[in-house]
T-cell receptor, first 112, second 112 residues
Framework: GENVEQHPSTLSVQEGDSAVIKCTYS??????FPWYKQELGKRPQLIID?????GEKKDQRIAVTLNKTAKHFSLHITETQPEDSAVYFC???????????FGAGTRLFVKA | DTAVSQTPKYLVTQMGNDKSIKCEQN?????MYWYKQDSKKFLKIMFS???????INETVPNRFSPKSPDKAHLNLHINSLELGDSAVYFC???????????FGQGTRLTVV
């Protein structure tokens, strides 16, 4: 069945450093790849997304890259700040598929 | 105005009881979902609805019965609650599949 693998499960960085989270998906029909941030006790919220017709997308300190051939996509956070500390989820879905598969999550700690 | 709201926020109940969680979205979205988040933060899709019709039932025990009286509402009824049902349940909606999902604040269900 469809699967999304996410690594690492935990990531600890110093404030100001970069953080990279990687995901791999199995269903080659997937064409929409969102990233969600979930702060402690809160709901997941979209921070950035990318579609399969684009290789890279950037929004201020956050960027996402997609390699369709390898079925890999990654989240890059630069100049990390303590408020970036949260659980980050990658996901994959297909228009018309009605099912978004989430990765297992990465707990990011940014140390001040 | 809250986009996706679910009630109650907390639910503590005994094994064997029946309980319901309500969800409403005011975004005019066609698609609604229920997700279960376990203690390890893994987000697993349970059901997808499109225009009140069940599209995806992700091998959820039939003790869980979703109901969508209209496009804006998707409720979840759980019969004969078990200890393993303890989790946070998130309702979500999206304009259509393969677009950003907006999550409710979650319902933390504890079965004792």
């Amino acid at each position: 069945g469809e699967n999304v693998e996410q690594h690492p499960s935990t990531l600890s960085v110093q404030e100001g450093d970069s953080a990279v989270i990687k995901c791999t998906y199995s269903d080659s029909a997937s064409n929409y790849f969102p990233w969600y941030k979930q702060e402690l006790g809160k709901r997941p919220q979209l921070i950035i997304d990318i579609r399969s017709n684009v290789g890279e997308k950037k929004d201020q300190r956050i960027a996402v890259t997609l390699n369709k051939t390898a079925k890999h996509f990654s989240l890059h956070i630069t100049e990390t700040q303590p408020e970036d500390s949260a659980v980050y989820f990658c996901a994959a879905s297909m228009a018309g598929g009605f099912k978004t598969i989430f990765g297992a999550g990465t707990r990011l700690f940014v140390k001040a | 105005d809250t986009a996706v709201s679910q009630t109650p926020k907390y639910l503590v109940t005994q094994m064997g009881n029946d309980k319901s969680i309500k969800c409403e979205q005011n975004l005019g979205h066609d698609t609604m979902y229920w997700y279960k988040q376990d203690s390890k933060k893994f987000l697993k899709i349970m059901f997808s609805y499109n225009n009140k019709e069940l599209i995806i039932n992700e091998t959820v025990p039939n003790r869980f019965s979703p109901k969508s009286p209209d496009k804006a509402h998707l409720n979840l009824h759980i019969n004969s609650l078990e200890l393993g049902d303890s989790a946070v349940y998130f309702c979500a909606s999206s304009q259509y599949s393969g677009t950003e999902a907006f999550f409710g604040q979650g319902t933390r269900l504890t079965v004792v």
